[in-house]
């Protein structure tokens, strides 16, 4: 299972970013997917998750400001963040669900 993503970048106080992360190797529509996050010195954390059905669920941080998406005919999953705050910098993971399948990571970095 390869998990790619992409998306992330340096953006200001108050923008958006949109975050993708393309899967390959496994059938991606059977399996719930994960964004994580991991800002310096502190443990990974789940940001949103998004079951093989399309239901989301987020941590309480994010709720109303992020949106997590899939598209099944794309093998991909989004994460769509809006009004971006400076906690919200950190390295974002992409994770097959109930298995040990992560991307690479992508920097995401809101500045004040």
């Known amino acids: 299972v390869l998990l790619v993503e992409s998306g992330g970048g340096l953006v200001q106080a108050g923008g958006s970013l949109r975050l993708s992360c393309a899967a390959s190797?496994?059938?991606?529509?059977?399996?719930?997917m994960g964004w994580y996050r991991q800002a310096p010195g502190k443990q990974r954390e789940l940001v949103a998750s998004i079951s093989s059905g399309g239901d989301p669920l987020y941590t309480d941080s994010v709720k109303g400001r992020f949106t997590i998406s899939r598209d099944n005919t794309k093998n991909t999953v989004y994460l769509q963040m809006n009004s971006l705050k400076p906690e919200d910098t950190a390295v974002y993971y992409c994770?097959?669900?109930?298995?040990?399948?992560w991307g690479q990571g992508t920097q995401v970095t809101v500045s004040s």
């Open positions: 190797g496994s059938i991606f529509s059977a399996n719930a």
């Open positions: 994770k097959q669900e109930y298995s040990n399948y």
